[in-house]
């Protein structure tokens, strides 16, 4: 391995999930380091690559390569069905069995790689289910990094021992959803939590999207519970450059046009993530919520599991008569939108989010109050971080089933938008988490942090 100096440059390898949740921050990342002159190859499936948000920043894209790797064929499985946003709740394990089948190419990919000492990696970054490139690393010698969102989803996981399990707090609905990573093997042979242990031990450190800023309650907790170090990335908000260029695509959508006509701070932005898989009932209770608290709104709905093929209103998946009553109180797309200018219209005054990471850092970049509707994986950790910290109220949820009704809903909405006393608290709160997220000088030193330490363990590792 050729020795690496304290100014030259680094090869990376960067492999995120193929979740839209993860390929656009760890893309950030990749921008940033290429910007700082490391080279990165950053490696997906084609389709997955061509619909990321391109062209790269001018100072990082002669440093960025994109490595496709097609996705293998599996019987039953839609062709194009690249990222999990394209694959419905009946198809998740044919995902994973495809996902799975990347291993051989990107073995080669690597093998090829590191056959000339001008193109060795000297460091691979892989998603915490991506133990096949694990492997790969592990047998040509490259340390890799594993990939992780957030502590809190780590202090709470119900396969930890019991002393340090925090699951024994989540609610038995939530249990209930996480059990399958746990317990279901399924048609692809392998847990997700197999999956995971696989890439953990075949990983130097643990890269976390996270900071002791952002969560010091669980940030300790993260390195003890994994038995491996554990490097913060920082939080990986959207650049200043990747701000301007969603702004520039979105500054004349329909849903801005229609934000520049409502009064300063009225508007609750509803959008759940593309992959929140909720059925056509619980729209519906969600929305009867939205007209019975009475606020202005602004809702991204997409097609929930089990709803016709919709129409541009949205009308098969809503209640009969909505549109109508609602009518200058709100309006609902089920296309596209630009999150971030939504996000930091003068309009919107809170957030009713899935509280994905993506959107909780997006959300609080704009200081906005949140109203929590998690559903599943790291949101309901987050979402419980977050309450405890005064950003915002979850809506009520029946402990057992996980069900909510339209009064939970418009109790929350009305608390973080109209209830005076309770908004002044839930705006303070959003502003303590906005100065962490805003706060650029420390997320560069964060990422500059991180790779002082992958250079000085690979440094180590030569001279040993």
Known sequence: MDAVSSCSPLRI???????????????????????????????????????????LRPAAAPRVDLVALPLPRVDDLADGAESTNDVPDDDREL?????????????????????????????????????????AALEHQVPCAMLLPTAALIATAPHLPPEHRGARDLPRYEQEVMDPAYNNYGISGMSIIRRFNLTKDRCTVAAMRSCIEWEPESFPLAAPLLGKPVVPLGLLPPSADGARRAAAKGAEHATVRWLDAQPPDSVVYVALGSEVPLRVEQVHELAFGLELAGTRFLWALRKPSGAAVLD?????????????????????????????????????????????????????????????????????????????KNVGLQVARNQDDGSFDRHGVATAVRAVMVDEEARRGFVAGAAKMQAVVADTELHDRYIDEFFEHLRSYYAASCAN
Not at 101 to 130: M, N, Q, V
């Open 95 to 135: 995902h994973w069995k495809a996902f799975d089948g990347l291993a051989a190419p990107f073995a080669e990919f690597l093998a090829a790689a590191c056959a000339d000492e001008t193109t060795r990696p000297h460091w691979i970054i892989a998603d915490s289910f991506h133990h096949w490139a694990a492997a």
């Open 312 to 388: 541009d209103d949205g009308v098969d998946m809503l209640p009969p008569g909505f549109q109508e009553r609602t009518r200058g109180q709100g309006l609902v797309t089920t296309g596209w939108v630009p999150q971030v200018n939504i996000l930091g219209h003068t309009a919107v005054g809170g957030f009713l989010t899935h509280c994905g990471r993506n959107s909780l850092i997006e959300g609080l970049m704009f200081g906005h109050p949140l109203v929590m509707l998690p559903i599943f994986g790291d949101q309901g950790p987050n979402a419980r971080q977050m309450e405890a």
């Open 13 to 55: 390898v960067i492999v995120p999930w193929l979740a839209f949740g993860h390929m656009l921050p760890y893309l950030e990342l990749s921008e940033r380091l290429a910007a700082r002159g490391h080279r990165v190859s950053y490696v997906s499936t084609p389709r997955n690559l061509a619909r990321l948000p391109l062209p």
